[in-house]
């Protein structure tokens, strides 16, 4: 099961674009990389997902190594409204029978600062 | 309406009482999840279900159990709650295992 780890908490002012680094040193061949964002009293939602090399959708952009035992999630310009806890998910890919993917660590805490 | 409902939002018992939690969804998606989310512990797993007849522990499935009893109903008990299961409770769906997953909107359970 492939581990991960994150930074417990950041803090960023408006405007500015964030990187969160998550480490996964035991990731397997078949490992996706997923993140995910969780406000305050809710649960968490889907934000990107990628295999290798960099991954862009309208909400974030995420690079993974060619060594793939790492990852960023780059958030553009951040507004108040992005201050939430951001989860590294790892785990099969599509079709694979396996949980491995399930299992959230403690987030990294993101706090934009007016 | 949302994909992903639980009931109920919020549950306040008392030790040993039974009690149960309930996840219904409208994605059509065969596999379905219970966490329970701690200050400060992120989530954890507790049970997953892959299709109606598939039933697995998670991460801390003691003092726990389930029934999937339809392909869109999944729900969790407490047999004996005890104080130190107060915690946040989300149901998740996904349609396959790297799938994304989508969150219900929590139970936050209080037991006295």
């Known amino acids: 099961l492939a581990k991960t780890t994150q930074p417990i908490s950041m803090d960023s002012y408006e405007g500015q674009e964030v990187n969160i680094t998550c480490s996964h040193n035991n990731i397997a061949t078949n490992d996706y990389i997923t993140w995910y964002q969780q406000f305050p009293s809710q649960g968490p939602r889907f934000i990107i997902q990628g295999y290798k090399t960099k991954v862009t959708n309208e909400v974030a952009s995420l690079f993974i190594p060619a060594d793939r035992k790492s990852s960023t999630l780059s958030l553009p310009r951040v507004s108040l409204s992005d201050t939430a806890v951001y989860y590294c998910?790892?785990?099969?890919?599509?079709?694979?029978?396996?949980?491995?993917?399930?299992?959230f660590g403690t987030g990294t805490r993101l706090t934009v600062i007016p | 309406d949302a994909d992903v409902t639980q009931t109920p939002r919020n549950r306040i018992t008392k030790t040993g009482k039974r009690i149960m939690l309930e996840c219904s969804q409208t994605?059509?998606?065969?596999?379905m999840y219970w966490y329970r989310q701690d200050p400060g512990l992120g989530l954890r797993l507790i049970y997953y279900?892959?299709?109606?007849?598939?039933?697995n522990k998670g991460e801390i499935s003691d003092g726990y159990s389930v029934s999937r009893q339809a392909q869109a109903k999944f729900s969790l008990s407490l047999e004996s709650a005890i104080p130190n299961q107060t915690a946040l409770y989300f149901c998740a769906t996904s349609e396959g295992n790297q799938e994304t997953q989508y969150f219900g909107p929590g139970t936050r359970l209080l037991v006295l």
């Open positions: 998910l790892v785990g099969e890919g599509p079709g694979q029978t396996g949980a491995n993917n399930l299992f």
């Open positions: 994605k059509g998606h065969d596999r």
């Open positions: 279900s892959f299709d109606v007849k598939d039933i």
